[in-house]
Nanobody, 117 residues
Framework: QVQLVESGGGLVQPGGSLRLSCAASGFTFSRYYMRWYRQAPGKEREFVAYISDGEASTTAYADSVKGRFTVTRDNAKNTLTLQMNSLKPEDTAVYYC?????????WGQGTQVTVSS
């Protein structure tokens, strides 16, 4: 079955960096778009970034993270990453990876990112 497991979250000071990972299994990872979302306390889950399938992947980002976050994938390792630089307190949230497989959305359990001094 499809399984997504995020890791890499933690506490970081404003201006710092974190690298999130999402380990995928149960499907042919290279053939599917992958997305990152986040949910801050008291707010709805929001889109962060996506990366298309294949090797020559295209990416897109929410305006709030454009120029600071970079999404990549390693199809050989079935791993999705999100490099987050110049972090701000408003980036504090639980971060989730997601894919849609056979018209069903699958989510990981999330990883907490806290940006605070």
């Amino acid at each position: 079955q499809v399984q997504l497991v995020e890791s890499g979250g933690g506490l970081v000071q404003p201006g710092g960096s974190l690298r999130l990972s999402c380990a995928a299994s149960g499907f042919t990872f290279s053939r599917y778009y992958m997305r990152w979302y986040r949910q801050a306390p008291g707010k709805e889950r929001e889109f962060v970034a996506y990366i298309s399938d294949g090797e020559a992947s295209t990416t897109a980002y929410a305006d709030s993270v454009k120029g600071r976050f970079t999404v990549t994938r390693d199809n050989a390792k079935n791993t999705l990453t999100l490099q987050m630089n110049s972090l701000k307190p408003e980036d504090t949230a639980v971060y989730y990876c997601e894919t849609t497989y056979w018209n069903k959305q699958y989510w990981g359990q999330g990883t907490q990112v806290t940006v605070s001094s």
